[in-house]
């Protein structure tokens, strides 16, 4: 009997002394699964940073995925990849467009062509980036006029400058005294007084034209307006006064039915003392393209009397975006100082941050830059209006100022369709 208590009493120890064991290791692999699980939360957080989609148009040069790739360097926690779409605007306009009226998320920032900036805020689409620039330290005087009033829709800031274009005076310097040159380089001059040069000079050096710019019913004919009438300040006087240039003597008779083509052609083939166009003819004229016959040296840039309307693409926040504050990081970025310095020294691209119009190496890889006159262009530009119904807008500005243009009669009824236009929001 003794001998099977002992025994039993061995069994009971024995028995909690493994179950001990059991519980130790159970304890033990317990503490290395939450060891595990531990570690692998801290490398989730650490390491996964959130994903920033940008709808851009394509770029031919290097200078989007270098501004891309300079602000994932410089991030922990953010990384922007680049969804290249059609540079066939109308199309693209309709694939965003489509996107967004869907609710979709699939794009956090923008590229939003000028006029669009109004219809896209409009229509609820954009986020507005007032608080977020305050935040930055950001002043709308920094950056392109043109292009900041383009993307402002009811007092609210929607977007920040990609990369402004603008309209440009062309003049003849070989022809034009240094004295007249000066002084339309300044910006400190009228359309009274650029028809008074293209009367004194129109002749010399076998010349036909004064002054040529688009009067074709057109977008580039609301364009011509909205530089005319100084953004719809005094649209009555600016009628009258393009009015006054197609009938000059010195304009071709077909004046109406201009556009950028035929006013470059006529004055690279010195046919004209001034003209109206885009930066991009910069480029043809140094390049000597097809047809081109005058050089850099007979060629001086100079703003336009009221200010050029700007043109180019603007950055802006898809307001269904699931990660706004990093959609603004990027802005910032890429319309900031840093940003636009690449998307200038890599791409060629006009800056719209101002002070980087005196940056030596943009400067030094943009050669309009060195003219005094671009400066001054780039310092004084115009917005088209700004409005969610933006077509019917421009198309009422064209047909009433065409209209006008082509008889001479009308004049109050077409400055009262374009006010009333100009001004719907």
């Known amino acids: 009997m003794k001998l099977f208590k002992s025994l039993f009493f061995a069994f009971i120890v024995l028995s909690l002394l493994f179950l001990a064991a059991c519980s130790d290791g159970d304890d033990a692999n317990n503490s290395d699964s939450n060891s595990d699980n531990n570690s692998n939360e801290d490398v989730g957080t650490t390491d996964e940073k959130v994903t920033i989609k940008l709808g851009a148009q394509n770029d031919n040069t290097p200078a989007t995925q270098a501004l891309i790739d300079a602000f994932n360097e410089s991030q922990d926690k953010y990384v922007v990849e680049w969804d290249p779409l059609t540079n066939d605007s109308a199309q693209m306009h309709d694939q965003l467009l489509n996107s967004l009226n869907s609710g979709s998320s699939e794009y956090d920032v923008l590229s939003l062509d000028v006029v669009w900036a109004g219809e896209f805020a409009g229509a609820g689409f954009l986020e507005p980036i007032d608080v977020f620039m305050n935040g930055a330290g950001f002043s709308k005087d920094q950056f392109n006029a043109g292009s900041m009033a383009s993307g402002n829709y009811t007092g609210k800031q929607y977007t920040l400058p990609f990369f402004p274009d603008l309209g440009l005076l062309y003049f003849r310097s070989d ?5 007249d040159a000066a002084i339309l380089e300044s910006g400190d001059y009228t359309y009274e007084d650029l028809y008074a040069m293209a009367e004194k000079y129109t002749g010399e050096e076998g010349t036909k034209y004064g002054f040529l710019y688009q009067s074709k019913q057109y977008e580039g004919l609301t364009v011509n307006v909205t530089e005319f ?48 166009n885009w930066p991009y003819q910069f480029g043809r004229i140094k390049g000597q393209e097809d047809g081109v016959t005058v050089s850099l040296e007979q060629v001086g840039i100079a703003p336009l009397p009221n200010g050029g309307s700007v043109g180019g693409w603007l950055l802006g926040i898809n307001k269904n975006s699931e990660n706004i504050e990093g959609a603004w990081e990027f802005i910032a970025f890429a319309s900031g100082e840093e940003g636009q310095k690449i998307m200038a020294t890599e791409g060629g691209y006009l800056p719209g941050f101002n002070a980087l119009l005196e940056d030596e190496e943009v400067v030094a890889g943009n050669e309009m830059l060195s003219y005094e006159g671009f400066k001054n262009a780039l310092a004084n530009t115009l917005a088209r209006p700004v409005s969610p119904e933006y077509n019917a807008v421009s198309d009422t500005i064209q047909v009433e100022a065409h209209k006008y243009l082509s008889s001479g009669e009308g004049l109050d009824e077409a400055a009262s369709a374009i006010e009333e236009a100009a001004a719907a929001e």
Request: no cysteine.
């Open 175 to 179: 022809i034009v005294s240094e004295e």
């Open 229 to 276: 009438t100084n953004a719809y300040s005094d649209v009555k006087a600016g009628l009258e006064m393009m009015y006054k240039f197609t009938t000059a003597d010195f304009s071709p008779s077909d004046l109406l039915n201009y556009t950028e083509a035929e006013s470059h052609t006529n004055f690279e083939q010195g046919n004209a003392i001034f003209e109206r």
